[in-house]
Structures are given as C-alpha cells and as structure tokens.
C-alpha cells in the first residue's frame, strides 16, 4: 500500500514545504531590529518579541539551505534574510572574547539568558559553514571553523567558559548526555559541506563523537537511554532510565548519513535497527497513535510533565529517518512506517491553510499549544524534513 | 446542598488526612542516610533516590505542625523523623558562609544543584520555625531568625549571594513575581507562631510583602497577573500576560489569613473578590472541569508545554480558600465553590486505597502521571490542605 503512495507523499511534501517557507518569510522578519520574530501565533501573529538564539541561528541554517538547494527558493530576499540574521547574531548574542552565545534577547538585541551548554554556538556555526556555501565568502567559513574548535575544545578539554563561573556540585555525577556527541555529528556533517579537508581535520572528532552516540545503546542493544556515564554505563533514578524516542530515531539518521559516507555496513545496521526501528517501536502510542515524548525503560512515571505530549519535531525526524532508511535497505517495512508517520502528521500537526505545523498536541492527539513558533520551536524541523524528505523521494522516484 | 454536607467532608478530609501521613510516615524514611525519599511511586515505591531540599524542608514543618496541631500526631515518632530530617539539611544543604542552600541532594547528602532563588531557605527557614514550636529548643528559634534576616536581605537590600556569581545580563527586565512576596507573607505568618514580637519586630517586612502582592492586581482589578515590573506596571509578552489561577488563589487565602490579623475589612474583600473568586472563575475548565495550571490573560496559548493539566497542588489551595472565605463571610457561594472543588478532587486526585494524592492529571482529568511523590511534589500541599480544612470544618461544625 505505502509503496503506490510515493507520488501522492512527494506532491504532498512539495506543497507543504512551499507553504511552510512562505510562512517564515512573511511573519517572521523583524525589519527593524534585524533577526526573526520566534514567537508566532497560528496565522503569524507576533505573540511576543523576544528572540531565541537557537531558533535564529536555525533559521541562518534553513534560509542558506533552501538557497543551496531548492532553485525554487534561490531568492535574493532569501539570502538578505540569512545575512541580516547572522549579523544580528553576531553583533548581539556573541562575547568577541570567550565565543559563547547567549540564549535569548530581546528584540533589540540585549542578552537575557545565556546556558552552560554548547547549543547556541553550535546551531550559530552550521549557521556559519551554510551561509559560506551559499556565499562563497571567506569570512564565514574561518568564523565557522574558530567556532567549532571552541566548542571542541569546551566539550573535550576545558568546560571552563561553559560554566560560566560555577564549580559543578560534588554531588553531580558525570554524564554523556546523548545531545552533545549527536550534535558533534551533526556539525561535523555540515562543516564537511564546506571543503573536503575538513572529515580529515577533524577524523579524531567524529571517532570520538560516533564511539560517546553508541555507548547510548544499553541493555544488551535493546534501549538507547538519552543519559549514560561517561564510560557508558547506566546511570540510576530516573535520569538514568529516561529514554526521548524521537530524539533517538534523529540519532538514527545521523548515524546512517554517517556510516553512508563511510560505507560501514555494521553502522549502518545499528543505525536502522536499534536507533530508528526499535525506538519507534518503543515510542509509538498504540492507543493514539504518534510518539511519546519522553518515557522511562522501566515503565515508571517519566518526571516530566510533557512526557505524553506529541510534538512535531519528533515526527518530522523519524519521517527523515524511515525514508532514509527505506532509501538505503529498499524494505518496505520502512516504508510502511514512514506511512504510519504521515498520516499521523497531515492529520493532525499540518496546517494545510496558513503553512507550518502545529507543535504541541495532546496525548489524544488534540491541539495543546496552537502557534507555529515558541521560544522552542522556529524555522527548523518542519521545513528541514520537508526538504529532505522531498529530496529522497525525488531520487527514489527518478525526478 | 453543599451546606447539608459539612459533616460529610469533615469525614471524608479526617480518614484522607490519616491515609496521607500514614502514607508518609511509612513510605518516605531514609533510616540509613537521614532525610527523606521524595520520588514514590503510586503505592510507595522509592523510584528515584534524589533528595530535593524544598521536600526535605516542607515535609519536616509539616510533620512539626501535624504533631503541634493534631493530638494523634502528636507520637515521638514523627517529632524524631523532623529533627532528622533538619539535621540532614543542616549538616548537607547548607552553607554556613553564605547560608544559601541548595536545590537537590544525593541520597548520601552531596550537594547536586542550586538555584538563584529565596525558596529553599524559606522553607527550610519555616521548618526550623515550626520546629521551635514543638521542642521549645531555642537554637531553631535562632536559627529561623537569624536565616529569615538573610533572606530579607537579599530581596530588599543586596541579592549578590544569591546570583552565584553570574551578573544580571543586559537585557533582563527587572520583576515582580508574585512567588517572592506571597512566600515572605507565608514565613512572615509562621515566625509570628514563635513569639508575639516578632509581627512587630517584622512590620515593615509586612507592608512591603502586602503592597507588593497587591501590585500583581492588574487590568482594573479583573486579574491577577503572575509576573509585574517592580512599581506594578503590566510587563510585555507571554511572561508579562502569564496568569496561574491556583498560585492567585493560594495568595488569596495568604491575604485573608493577614487580613483576619489586622481585622482589614477592605483587604478581606480584596483577597475574597478578587484573588480568590474571580481567578477561580477565570481559571476553571468549564469542560472538564479542574483549574488549569497556566493561562494567558488574552487567551493565546500559554508557552509552558503543560499550561492545560490539573495539578493537585493548586486545588489543595483553592480548597483553603474557598473554606476560609465561607468561614468570614457565611456566604452559601463559597460553600459551593468549594463543594465543587472537593468533588472534582474526590473523583480524579484522591486514591483512597494507598493514601496522598495522584498528582498530575491531564486536561481530561485522566491520570499523567500516576506517583504520589516526585521532584516538586512532597508531603505539604495535600496534608496541609486536609488539615486546615478538617480544623475549618471543624470550627464551623462546633467540633
């Protein structure tokens, strides 16, 4: 069934990218200020004005990438956006002296948080390394690479500058928290778009970052657990037995993007199986259908309150994953769940009159939280896994 | 109707307040390290061995009040389990330099995290205070005293200590929570049980908690508004328009329990009309019935991912309310209010079988998250209810 259903996802998938981009460009722009408008409601009505770091510096990435590579969106009002937004960054949310960014501003610019972690600065760096690709210009790319030795060199050597003047507790035990090598990962794919010397500078970084992803795999291969020590044993309490199903299965397509490069046929199996497949499994709610957003392995109350809540950007990541997946192995059990994932999404987050999806629904699946942009949610995942799920199926059906 | 059924919720709140501390008193010991456990699952499971210190504080004042409160409390036991439990966060959570304590705790006693906040030490100051009352020993009289100054001090005078070293960024805009004020106005009434010096020897502390409460009355006095700028202005954004029905309502009885003190009419009212009623009406789901736990005062959607669930704390506070206003007005309508309330709560919040309440339900009411005790859930919100309305019913009933 899901394999006569190519054509109806790819036309699906084009018009909804097409009206997902339109809706950034037209609510989001701060004209005056420079940068974007995060917080928008169902329509794009501006519900507040603050701007968030991450959800800027994405949105550098995602304009510079449709530029790249959709001619449909290689605009000069495209580019000007990503430019004006990189200079508001930069001008604002970066100390010249340590290189961290700050975690949100207000609209004018003046710093309002700032987070002990590398995420700001990461997003700001692909943010950096796509504006090069577009441009050509110098500049971004010796930005981008200073970046992201600084962060190297925060996760591996010297977490001083992150801490931002505080000792860690003696209480706190150490941790691999699965973000931090997965977003390695994920930078390192993007600096590697800039020049082809850059997976050999940085060989070391990806060994490291792929070998700290892996040790997230526990329990004999059967779970991937979000926190693990740092030797990658199991940590107790409930911060040891969380698991993020969606946040896995992004995992997944990182990892197979990886092992494709490097054609590793044994990563790409971990990849497909234990990441994307087992993690959907482990995931999906069979009652309501979509993915839990957190859960605990051993069946207990997760802590978090939005645990059950079904959000966009896991569904927008495993529909990445499975068609990936589906591409690379031709199962059509791949397909099928890539199915699974886009009826769940077109009948329920899309947005098929403003453009965008609606992030945060119920557990039953009914809209909790109606905008289309939050401090947590900008102009990422919907159009990112658009494009790139347009992309595969476009390959796949020989377009 | 709610007047012909006094008797029945006396009885109902007596046998729930015994199934609670029972619940408690044998589920929470920590007999090898001190303290107590804070995460138990539904029937008393230790799920998670984390001791977070605002539990630790608030379950060692409420065993302190139940033992000077309630004569069959009044058991060694429960005295010796508070003194405990205060000598755990004196000799693990507390810096004797600064006097700040810390957020979290491993189950052994190592400080895990800390927060920019007054809330633990008020709590742990509360406790101490409590604690004064049972064992007439004068080192936690000193103690309470001596950390309630510090805290004073920092919100009127100099809040260095408790920025941990992290200067205020730019582009944060001074404010006014109502947590702050409404918490000092909470110490303020329980250092007054220690000696009747003290509300003189506190006044100014008094007005200043008062008028700063009463400033978060916004809008022509038809909200309470969570958040306000330090003179009372209405702050922009989701921040400034950010509305937590149960927290106005728990101000509300804070306020009337003031204002029964100073025998202020106008006050009275104030804190009946328009922190407790009026949020109420503007708080409660009209289709599923409960409080919601977060509204925007202009209907957008709130930005807290769990803005629409049903919380059992904020129901034990409306319950308080709604029970002390009818004991001060003899107004039918506010028996009914609470009539409302304790039926919602009876059929959704309340297990009967293992004693305390389940916590967290969703917006339908049906159960999120089925543990009796987590990180910011311990043994206050429930007993402290069940007991203040036993002694209301009580006094209204002529017990």
């Known amino acids: 069934m899901a394999g006569t259903r190519l054509e109806e996802f790819y036309k699906e998938i084009s018009a909804d990218l097409v009206r997902t981009v339109q809706f950034w460009l037209k609510y989001s722009h701060d004209d005056e200020y420079g940068g974007f408008f995060n917080c928008l409601g169902p329509s794009g009505h501006v519900y507040d004005d603050t701007k968030y770091v991450w959800l800027q510096a994405r949105q550098v990435w995602m304009y510079a990438r449709l530029y790249n590579e959709e001619e449909q969106f290689r605009k000069p009002d495209i580019i000007k956006a990503a430019v004006r937004g990189v200079e508001f960054l930069q001008k604002n949310a970066k100390d010249p002296k340590t290189c961290k960014l700050c975690l949100s501003l207000t609209r004018q610019g003046q710093p309002i948080k700032i987070q002990r972690s590398i995420f700001s600065e990461c997003f700001y760096t692909m943010a950096l390394s796509e504006l090069y690709r577009t441009t050509h210009e110098q500049k971004y790319k010796d930005e981008a690479i200073e970046m992201f030795d600084k962060i190297i060199y925060w996760v591996r050597e010297d977490p001083t500058d992150l801490r931002l003047g505080l000792s860690p507790l003696p209480g706190v035990t150490p941790v691999n928290s699965m973000a931090v090598p997965m977003m390695l990962l994920c930078v390192l794919d993007q600096m590697e778009t800039m020049d082809s010397s850059m997976s050999e500078n ?198």
């Not at 997230?216 to 991937?224: A, D, L, N």
């Not at 839990?292 to 392995?297: G, I, K, N």
């Not at 987050?349 to 809209?367: A, M, P």
């Open 202 to 399: 940085y060989a070391d970084v990806a060994d490291w970052s792929l070998k700290q992803v892996l040790n997230h795999k526990q329990r004999e291969g059967s779970i991937i657990l979000e926190n693990v020590s740092p030797s990658g044993e199991e940590l107790p309490g409930s911060f040891g037995r969380l698991t993020v199903p969606g946040h896995a299965i992004e995992a997944g397509w990182f990892l197979l993007q990886f092992a494709k490069k490097r054609n590793d046929k044994e990563l790409k199996k971990t990849a497909i199986e234990d990441f994307i497949v087992k993690m959907f499994d482990h995931g999906w709610d069979t009652k309501y259908g979509g993915l839990f957003y957190f859960l605990d392995v051993d069946g207990y109350s997760p802590v978090q309150l939005e645990w059950n809540m079904k959000l966009w950007w896991t569904h927008n990541e495993s529909m990445i994953s499975f068609l990936m997946a589906y591409q690379e192995t031709k199962d059509l059990k791949m397909l099928e769940k890539f199915e699974q994932l886009f009826d769940y999404c077109y009948s329920k987050h899309v947005d098929k009159e403003n453009g965008e999806w609606t992030g945060y629904l119920n557990r039953d699946g009914s809209i909790c939280m109606d905008f289309k942009g939050g401090p947590w949610k900008g102009c990422l995942h919907v159009p990112r896994a658009l494009l790139m799920c347009k992309q595969i199926l476009g390959e796949i059906l020989g377009k």
